[in-house]
């Protein structure tokens, strides 16, 4: 979706964006977002905030469809004019690869001791942590 193209009435346009990719650019109904101090949902015409992000389940409601699902880093959120912009990793909760994400993870902690400090390290161990998250599904 260009950037400078707004959501249809009625609806907010949601972007999650990692640091490599966009995860997903969609106009949607609502969205409930994992923010740090509790869920919350952002509907359209909602006053313009910033919070930080938990890592958590975010989900997209359309009219008529069945909810989507993400799995979220810690993270932030930016919503104004119908935009709800996620700032974290992401993967969609039906598209996750178990084999993938546990080499992933053993990757970025073979990884982690070699970063003494400094803000790599803190990004690799958001990295961890949103792997352990993903990978904790499969433990239910």
């Known amino acids: 979706m260009p950037e400078d193209i707004g959501p249809a009435a009625g609806k907010i346009r949601l972007k999650i964006t990692c640091p490599v990719s966009v995860v997903a ?8 977002i994992p923010a740090l101090l509790g869920t919350r949902l952002v509907i359209p015409k909602q006053a313009p ?3 930080a992000l938990n890592a958590g389940q975010l989900v997209a409601y359309s009219d008529g469809e069945e909810p989507i ?3 979220i880093s810690k ?6 004019r119908d935009i709800c912009a996620v700032m974290a990793w992401g993967i969609r909760s039906d598209q996750i690869d178990e084999n993938l994400y546990r080499r992933l993870l053993a990757d970025a902690e073979g990884l982690l001791p ?13 990295r961890v942590e949103f792997y352990q998250l ?7």
Do not use: T
Not at 25 to 32: I, K
Not at 75 to 80: A, F, L, N, S
Not at 134 to 140: H, Q, S
């Open 49 to 51: 905030f910033i919070c």
């Open 134 to 140: 993903v990978l904790g599904i499969f433990k239910k």
């Open 114 to 126: 070699l970063l003494v400090s400094g803000s790599a390290r803190r990004e690799l161990q958001n």
């Open 75 to 80: 993270g932030i959120c930016e919503v104004r």
């Open 25 to 32: 650019d969609m106009e949607v109904s609502s969205v409930q």
């Open 69 to 71: 699902s993400y799995l």
